[in-house]
């Protein structure tokens, strides 16, 4: 493929994400975005299975969000959050308090979903510190769990997933144990819990899906016992919802499917539909109340740069606005069963272990990858972006993704798992 001018002189100047810059193939160039497709500089177009990672739940340029950010554009693209605020970010904070539901209230605005688990974790770790109680640093969370890239999040992923042996040392210490999926399990983790007592200050869990650690599934009878075991020693629940926010998992938020509510919830992702970084942490007024003190001390000491930047509020509220009047979550519903007959067809092949769909998450995870970039490149050959990692091949469209596009997409999965092992 003829490489464009400025790839060919800008490339040398860009560090590419989670790559091997020496060996890696060289990214793609697109050059525009439409739907569920993405056009390349030499005129090929793919039909995209990752949704920009999981961010494009309406596809790409959708005319409403368009318009939203051109006149946001007109009005105020950025002003400080410090001292100052608007319209788009209290209008945004009241809908998505509207959105959770009882008890979850309060927002606070980050541009990035690790910096919204940051966030959620300090106010986690301060909630116990301003109700007098030290010593409660550390968290719970899960193997095969994924909650961000920075140092902070790293320590509470899953330990290959958070190269914690790589960084032994600048990481802090937390229990990565894993998820209790039947009642003895359950009966360890109190166990554990009662031994660690007054060291933890919660359990964080993505719920119904861990994605970037594996896309593995589990019930929700799962978040239920974890309701149950933070009650029972006082803890506080966090639900990382970055992923399975906004209609992924077939409901707008998957602990609905749970019912039972966190302590504060993480969101990112799909917030703004795709287009500007946007993340938020959603607290309930119990963990609110331990802040508000005539103690100075006592405040959240927090605060971003961009922290609540008008033109991604603007394009949360548009985004909102297509959940209302769209039927985007019958839409994800619709995708499960699609996805699943689509899929079903790799279920035969020697090298495949597993398939299994979550509302509009379709996955098919294999023994092995022998050859991840040729693998990679045979999906592009075949006319669609699906980007494949660890053992696992997985599909996330746009939950407005066409049927015939769906099809071709998921018709080019099949094809080229079965045409070879990969
Ligand atoms: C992507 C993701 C994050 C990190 O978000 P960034 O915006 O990449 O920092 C955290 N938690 C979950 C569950 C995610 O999927």
């Not at 890696?24 to 990672?53: C, F, K, M, N, Y």
């Not at 166990?191 to 007592?197: P, V």
């Amino acid at each position: 493929m003829q490489t464009p001018d400025w790839m060919a002189r800008g490339q040398r100047h860009i560090w590419q994400p989670y790559a091997q810059m020496k060996t890696a193939t060289p990214p793609l160039p697109v050059v525009r975005s439409h739907g569920s497709r993405l056009e390349l500089a030499d005129g090929r177009q793919l039909i995209d299975g990752v949704a920009s990672w999981w961010t494009a739940c309406h596809g790409y340029n959708h005319p409403h969000i368009a318009q939203a950010l051109r006149a946001q554009l007109e009005a105020m693209p950025h002003v400080m959050f410090g001292g100052l605020t608007h319209e788009p970010a209290l209008t945004l904070a009241r809908r998505l308090a509207d959105l959770l539901g009882p008890g979850l209230d309060r927002v606070f605005y980050t541009d990035s979903g690790s910096v919204a688990v940051e966030v959620a974790m300090k106010m986690a770790v301060q909630f116990w510190l301003n109700q007098g109680e030290r010593g409660r640093s550390r968290f719970v969370a899960f193997r095969g769990g994924y909650h961000g890239d920075t140092f902070g999040t790293m320590a509470v992923c899953d330990p290959d997933e958070g190269m914690h042996s790589l960084f032994r040392g600048m990481l802090a210490e937390h229990d990565i144990v894993d998820l209790p999926r039947d009642e003895d399990a359950m009966a360890r983790l109190d166990a554990f819990l009662e031994s660690r007592g007054p060291q933890l200050a919660g359990i964080l869990v993505e719920p119904l899906v861990q994605g970037a650690g594996g896309m593995l599934l589990h019930d929700a009878q799962v978040l239920r016992r974890l309701r149950q075991l933070a009650d029972r020693h006082g803890l506080l629940l966090i639900f990382d919802e970055i992923f399975t926010g906004f209609g992924r998992t077939g409901t707008m938020f998957a602990f609905e499917q749970a019912g039972v509510r966190p302590d504060i919830i993480t969101l990112s992702k799909a917030l703004t539909g795709g287009t500007l970084p946007l993340a938020a942490t959603v607290a309930s007024n119990r963990v609110f109340d331990a802040f508000w003190s005539d103690e100075p001390a006592h405040a959240l000491m927090h605060g971003p740069t961009f922290m609540g930047n008008a033109m991604a509020c603007a394009a949360a509220n548009a985004s909102l606005d297509l959940f209302e009047a769209e039927p985007r979550l019958a839409q994800a519903q619709a995708l499960s069963g699609a996805l699943a007959a689509g899929l079903a067809p790799c279920r035969q092949l020697p090298w495949v272990r597993d398939v299994r769909v979550l509302g509009a998450i379709g996955v098919v995870e294999l023994d092995g990858v022998r050859d991840r970039e040729a693998l990679k490149r045979r999906l592009v050959e075949a006319g669609v972006w699906v980007r494949p990692f660890g053992n696992v091949v997985y599909l996330t469209p746009a939950l407005t993704i066409a049927p015939d596009e769906l099809d071709t997409l998921m018709g080019a999965v099949v094809a080229v798992l079965r045409a070879q092992r990969p």
